[in-house]
């Protein structure tokens, strides 16, 4: 079904911004429910890819539904970490970092909860400085 | 009477975003140094740069830079930039006069991508 839905969020995302929280909502709720990690990975990133490809004048809607995502699956030890690395890059891409501060002062515990790789540390970390670096820190 | 208001917001605001910048400073720092070896170190090296050097800009307001040198992260910068982490040590060991001094006559050295 999230397969066979999936491809109408761009429609949502381009004209209705409540019809396409409340589709997503329901789209990543659904993704919760497949028993097959393999099956629901998948099903997720694309969810993701979907957002991540949106024009950009949809900047806001973009940042929602991945927090939405994230909100859902911030236990996963796998996409947890997915999500979150794409928030970032979009705040990165979108020049948007400071909305992200309190996350990001979380970062430790994200690490620690999903037992992230080292590799996957220092990408994380890295994205991360850069993204901290570009706010303002004029006391 | 608006525009004080306005002003005052403004201050507090920017206050709060550099304390929560400063403890991601300090928690990336640490989690650095929990993996650290010459790769990451490597990858990294320009980043704790800008993290020494906005420190420094901040020194001596509500900042604790103090634990920074505990870290291999930091350590090492006296490898890749021995005036960066001589003027870090100067500011630990709160040798104001000399701090300020080196400061002046540095005037552009602290300047990162983020002052702008």
């Given amino acids: 079904m999230i397969l066979d839905v999936r491809y109408q969020l761009h429609v949502f995302i381009k004209h209705n911004f409540l019809v396409a929280v409340s589709s997503f909502y329901i789209l990543s709720l659904l993704s919760s429910k497949i028993t097959d990690q393999a099956q629901q990975l998948k099903s997720i990133r694309e969810l993701i890819n979907v957002i991540v490809n949106t024009k950009p004048e949809t900047s806001g809607l973009r940042f929602k539904l991945l927090v939405t995502l994230f909100n859902n699956f911030s236990n996963d030890k796998e996409i947890g970490y997915e999500i979150f690395y794409s928030i970032l890059s979009l705040a990165d891409e979108l020049n948007k970092p400071s909305i992200l501060l309190a996350h990001l002062n979380n970062i430790d515990e994200y690490i620690s909860k999903w037992n992230l790789s080292k590799e996957k540390q220092t990408k994380l970390l890295k994205l991360a400085s850069r993204l901290i670096n570009k706010c303002d820190d004029k006391l | ?116």
Wanted: charged share 25%.
């Fill in chain 2, 1 to 116: 009477m608006t525009n004080c208001n306005l002003s005052m917001n403004n201050v507090i605001n920017v206050s709060f975003r550099y304390k929560e910048k400063y403890g991601f400073y300090s928690k990336y720092l640490r989690l650095l140094n929990n993996i650290f070896d010459e790769q990451v170190f490597k990858e990294n090296v320009e980043d704790i740069k800008i993290i020494l050097k906005t420190a420094l800009n901040h020194f001596p307001y509500e900042i604790d830079i103090s634990t920074f040198l505990d870290l291999k992260p930091v350590q090492e910068i006296n490898k890749s930039d021995k005036d960066l982490y001589e003027l870090f040590i100067t500011a630990v060991e709160g040798n104001l006069e000399s701090f300020e001094k080196w400061k002046q006559s540095h005037s552009s050295y602290l300047t990162t991508n983020s002052n702008s």
